[in-house]
Nanobody
């Protein structure tokens, strides 16, 4: 069983920064992609950023402000969020796509609230 444990969400003022972490544990022999999605109230879940360790894809709305990093030895992915805006307010979900064994896993979500 694979588990993703997220941390680092909270309340921050416009222009502030937060760092999210997501640690994966369990029976994972290879990871294809790790990334972050978010869901704001009344909206669909959307991609924030995903990386396979070589290629990284950011949503246009966060380019230049958010940075993903990945520690393969720890099966952990981080999301550094700078210059936060009220429209970044959402529940942020960590996602892991495993290669061996195949699987698609989600964290429990962490709330990020940016006050204006």
């Amino acid at each position: 069983q694979v588990q993703l444990v997220e941390s680092g969400g909270g309340l921050v003022q416009t222009g502030g920064s937060l760092r999210l972490s997501c640690a994966a544990s369990g029976r994972i022999f290879s990871i294809r992609d790790m990334g972050w999605y978010r869901q704001a109230p009344g909206k669909q879940r959307e991609l924030v950023v995903v990386t396979n360790g070589v290629h990284t894809n950011y949503a246009d709305s966060v380019k230049g402000r958010f940075t993903i990093s990945r520690d393969n030895a720890k099966n952990t992915v981080y999301l550094q969020m700078n210059s936060l805006k009220p429209e970044d307010t959402a529940v942020y979900y960590c996602n892991l796509v495993a290669g061996i064994p195949l699987g698609n896993y989600w964290g429990q979500g962490t709330q990020v609230t940016v006050s204006s």
